[in-house]
C-alpha cells in the first residue's frame, strides 16, 4: 500500500491517459462506407420506385441495391428507369456506362424531388 501512496500520482495520470484514449477511440470512430453497409432492400427500381411511393418516409437514408435500364447519364450520375436519379461515389464510374444498359447499383436514398418527379440517391457504386 504504501507504493501506491508514493506513486499515487503516476496511477492517477495513468488512469487519465487511459480514459482519453478510450473517449478518444469512441468518439472518432471511422465512418461507415456504402461498401461495408448491408442493403435495406435488393431487386427492381421499378419494384423500389413503387414502394417508395406508398411510403417514402420509411425508405427515407436507407441503403438499396437496384437494377435497372439507364435512361440518361451525365457527368455525376445516371438515372434509371427516367424515374431514379444515381449520383456516383466516384464520377468516372458514370463513364463505364452506356445508355440503355441494364445496371446494378448500390447507393443510399437521400430524398424525392417532386419538380422533377425522381428519386434521389447518392453515394452510389456499381456492383
Not at 508514493?6 to 462506407?33: E, M, R
Not at 420506385?49 to 438499396?64: P, R, Y
Not at 464510374?93 to 430524398?111: C, D, M, P, Y
Amino acid at each position: 500500500m504504501s507504493w501506491l501512496k508514493k506513486n499515487k500520482l503516476i496511477v492517477v495520470l495513468f488512469f487519465i491517459a487511459l480514459c482519453g484514449f478510450t473517449s478518444y477511440k469512441y468518439i472518432y470512430k471511422p465512418h461507415k462506407t456504402i461498401e461495408s453497409l448491408p442493403p435495406n432492400f435488393t431487386g427492381s427500381s421499378l419494384f423500389f420506385l413503387q414502394k417508395a411511393n406508398k411510403n417514402f418516409n420509411h425508405w427515407n437514408s436507407k441503403i438499396v441495391v437496384l437494377t435497372g435500364k439507364v435512361s440518361s447519364i451525365d457527368k455525376e450520375g445516371i438515372t434509371l428507369n427516367d424515374k431514379i436519379y444515381c449520383q456516383f461515389k466516384n464520377p468516372k464510374e458514370a463513364t463505364l456506362i452506356k445508355e440503355n444498359q441494364v445496371v446494378r447499383i448500390k447507393g443510399h436514398v437521400i430524398g424525392y424531388d417532386n419538380l422533377l418527379d425522381e428519386l434521389k440517391l447518392n453515394q452510389c457504386i456499381l456492383k
